[in-house]
């Protein structure tokens, strides 16, 4: 399948999931993550605000508010760039050129002092190759983390494979409802 197929396969069936299954999903996800060795190790944490069909982050963005680690929104850029923007309880949202929550703050952190990455995507194989709208956004902010990048996918979003292209950077682990996968061991 080439990767648009891929795209649009796994964007259908996302979107037909129901409000309620999206909810739990996102909850057992979230469960998941706040277990993990790289979360319990990590100060300063990217995360994203979630759209309709994407995992959902409310759950993981309290969780990480309330352990006083330091929260970090993607801020997308005209250039096709990303920031990682520091977000507070005090922290003033308004909607982006996507109509995705963005933060109005200045304070931004080096993507190469990020401690954890949690990064959406439209589709993933379990070697934690990982395919998002096709803007590459994250590809070129994942390419200056030190840290590991962890997917957040439900199990339909799954694959058997992709084929990475040499900017895509892949997932240390995928999280779904159902498992963590570690994709470093698998290859
Ligand atoms: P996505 O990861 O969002 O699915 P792709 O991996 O298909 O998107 O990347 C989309 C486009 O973004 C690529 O064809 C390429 O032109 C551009 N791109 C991605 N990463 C980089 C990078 N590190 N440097 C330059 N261009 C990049
Ligand atoms: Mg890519």
């Not at 680690?69 to 949202?93: C, H, I, N």
Request: glycine share 6%; hydrophobic share 40%.
């Amino acid at each position: 399948m080439t990767r648009e197929c891929i795209r649009s396969e796994v964007r259908k069936k996302r979107q037909a999931v129901s409000g309620i299954h999206v909810a739990e999903m996102s909850l057992r996800i979230c469960e998941k993550i706040v277990a993990l060795p790289e979360y319990l190790k990590a100060k300063r944490v990217l995360c994203y605000a979630a759209l309709p069909e994407e995992v959902q982050t409310r759950g993981i963005l309290w969780a990480i508010q309330r352990s006083r680690r330091e929260l970090y929104l993607p801020v997308w850029q005209r250039d096709g760039s990303m920031k990682a923007v520091r977000v507070t309880e005090d922290t003033e949202f308004k909607p982006d050129q996507f109509g995705i929550d963005t933060p109005v703050s200045d304070e931004t952190l080096p993507p190469e002092q990020l401690d954890l990455a949690l990064v959406p995507g439209v589709a993933f194989d379990r070697a934690g190759n990982r395919l998002g709208f096709g803007k590459g956004y994250f590809d070129r902010f994942l390419a200056r983390c030190r840290c590991p990048a962890i997917g957040l996918a439900y199990e339909l979003q799954l694959v058997d494979a992709i084929e990475a292209q040499p900017q895509d950077v892949p997932m240390q682990k995928i999280i779904t409802e159902r498992a963590v996968y570690n994709c470093a061991a698998s290859e």
